[in-house]
């Protein structure tokens, strides 16, 4: 069964760090591996879909990295500003439990103005 | 046009009393999707429909009813919920039938909150 692990749970950060967000997962066998974006009491907008053949993807300020023999993803954020502030969720897209997209918990991040 | 739109945003309602979920998209997407999700939790999926039938249901409680009218909308049905029902339910919907392509994205409406008392 895929399980999904984010770490560190929650973060606090100055403007203008830059940080990396984590996740992992336990069945490598995925198709791909996508960060969302979810403000409180909102839906989740993606941010970045990583394919299983890719090792990473960009958008602005935003870099994922996909290691999947490991079991490892990174979203690294340059140069956070206090608008960033938002849980980040990790889902991977498998072929055990039927396709399904697997979510983790999150990292709720806070940037301090 | 990107958008997955969702209402009502939020719902209170009685133990007794018969209510609906209504979700809607103009993507030509034929996946389509719920989700419920608690405070501080992932979303857990509780039913897909591909080409507008019922291709996954997890084991969801018969007082949660979906329902695809057509390729645009999705419906959830509610009768006889309980506290515990209590959530952020989101709808999502995908380009390509949910178990044959790696590459497709979810598009995920704002959700309603719903409060069962």
């Known amino acids: 069964k895929q399980e999904v692990t984010q770490i560190p749970a929650a973060l606090s950060v100055p403007e203008g760090e830059n940080l990396v967000l984590n996740c992992s997962f336990t069945?490598?066998?995925?198709?791909?591996l996508q960060w969302f974006r979810q403000d409180p009491g909102k839906g989740l907008t993606s941010l970045l879909l990583?394919?299983?053949?890719?090792r990473e993807q960009t958008s602005g300020r935003l870099n994922a990295s996909l290691d999947k023999s490991s079991g490892r993803s990174t979203l690294y954020i340059a140069a956070s500003q206090p608008g960033d502030s938002a849980t980040y969720l990790c889902?991977?897209?498998?072929?055990?439990?039927?396709?399904?997209?697997?979510f983790g918990a999150g990292t709720r991040l806070f940037v301090k103005a | 046009d990107t958008e997955v739109t969702q209402t009502p945003k939020h719902l209170v309602m009685g133990m007794t009393n018969k209510k609906s979920l209504k979700c809607e998209q103009h993507?030509?997407?034929?996946?389509m999707y719920w989700y419920k999700q608690k405070a501080k939790k992932p979303p857990e999926l509780m039913f897909v429909?591909?080409?507008?039938?019922?291709?996954i249901n997890e084991s969801v409680p018969s007082r949660f009813s979906p329902e695809c009218p057509n390729s645009s909308l999705l419906n959830l049905h509610l009768h006889a919920l309980q506290p515990e029902d209590s959530a952020l339910y989101l709808c999502?919907?995908?380009?390509?039938?949910?178990?044959?392509?790696?590459?497709?994205?979810?598009?995920f409406g704002p959700g309603t909150r719903l409060l069962v008392l």
């Open positions: 999502a919907s995908s380009h390509l039938p949910y178990d044959r392509d790696s590459e497709e994205t979810q598009y």
């Open positions: 069945d490598s066998a995925i198709y791909n």
């Open positions: 990583i394919q299983s053949s890719q």
């Open positions: 889902a991977v897209k498998g072929s055990t439990g039927g396709f399904k997209t697997i």
């Open positions: 993507m030509g997407h034929r996946a």
């Open positions: 429909y591909s080409y507008e039938k019922l291709s």
